[in-house]
């Protein structure tokens, strides 16, 4: 199996900075994408940024120039560097992987298990 383990959420004044980790472990795989997703109160879980195998990133319109994912492929880990963060970036931010198990011989998608990030004013 392959398991996700999120850390660097919490409380934050608007306007500071905040750096999400998110740790990919387990049997054999390839990364075919890491991503960030969050979810606020009331709302759907919408897409924050993701990174490729290959290095390509995309980033929800709300959060460019502001967040940067990066990934650090030897410790299999995926970060998000959160800048000027807003009240609007309150959430529970949620680490998602799609990728190659060598084990099982097929494509998994995991999920971690959420973190909070409060924003205040």
């Known amino acids: 199996q392959v398991q996700l383990v999120e850390s660097g959420g919490g409380l934050v004044q608007a306007g500071g900075s905040l750096r999400l980790s998110c740790a990919a472990s387990g049997s054999l795989f390839s990364i075919n994408t890491m991503g960030w997703y969050r979810q606020a109160p009331g709302k759907q879980r919408e897409l924050v940024a993701a990174?490729?195998?290959?290095?390509?990133?995309n980033y929800a319109d709300s959060v460019k120039g502001r967040f940067t994912i990066s990934r650090d492929n030897a410790k299999n880990t995926v970060y998000l560097q959160m800048n000027s963060l807003k009240p609007e970036d309150t959430a529970v931010y949620y680490c998602?992987?799609?990728?190659?198990?060598?084990?099982?011989?097929?494509?998994?998608?995991?999920w971690g298990q959420g973190t909070l990030v409060t924003v205040s004013s």
């Open positions: 990174i490729t195998s290959g290095g390509s990133t």
């Open positions: 998602r992987l799609n990728c190659f198990n060598w084990s099982a011989r097929r494509d998994l998608e995991v």
